[in-house]
């Protein structure tokens, strides 16, 4: 290239990059501006709430508590675990139930302090435990039938969109 297409070129970008520059719009469109703080407040509001949402909707349908819910190798609720038996129990207030404390590899022993710790979480997150039962079971939830999850792993394997239709 010589040195004058070289300078066109040059030019070119250059007032490309100036109008561009230029087009950048103050004005909201559709009336969401995402430099404006309470709109920027109000869809992280909204994102937030439908996530915490949606974790409790899991949790009830759950309403497992499982090892990894507690301290290792004790029957002290960790993090998750106070957040789990939080959110039962403010289900549990107005609709209790049953809640399944998983046993894993814990002894007999540290699985009773665990069921004792979950019961007296719940008492004292101020749920009624003469009304919510406890057992060593799998997680709650509607589940699938052996059927649907066979459909499933076979459509996965040849690499087909694994959705079986319902029953």
């Known amino acids: 290239m010589n040195t004058t297409s070289m300078r066109w ?7 490309t990059a100036v109008a561009l520059a230029g087009c950048q719009s103050e004005s909201p469109v559709g009336g969401w ?3 404006d ?4 407040l109000r869809g992280g509001w909204l994102s937030s709430t439908l996530a915490r949402e949606m974790v409790a909707n899991a949790v009830v349908a759950e309403h497992a508590i499982l ?6 190798n ?9 957040r789990d038996v ?3 129990a403010a289900h549990y207030k107005t609709h209790p139930g049953p809640v399944s404390v998983r046993q894993g590899g814990a002894t007999l022993d540290l699985y009773q302090r665990r069921v004792d710790a979950v019961m007296a979480a719940l008492g004292e997150a101020g749920v009624d435990v003469g009304y919510v039962t406890v057992a060593d ?5 509607e589940g699938l039938s052996s059927d649907r999850v066979i459909v499933i792993l076979d ?3 040849t690499d087909r969109l694994a959705i079986a239709p319902p029953d």
């Open 37 to 40: 703080l309470e709109s920027q």
């Open 67 to 72: 090892p990894h819910h507690f301290v290792a």
């Open 155 to 157: 459509r996965s394997q």
């Open 33 to 35: 501006d995402d430099n």
């Open 137 to 141: 079971t799998l997680a709650g939830g």
């Open 9 to 15: 070129i040059s030019l070119v970008v250059l007032m």
């Open 86 to 88: 939080g959110l039962l």
């Open 74 to 82: 004790s029957a002290v609720l960790n993090d998750l675990g106070r």
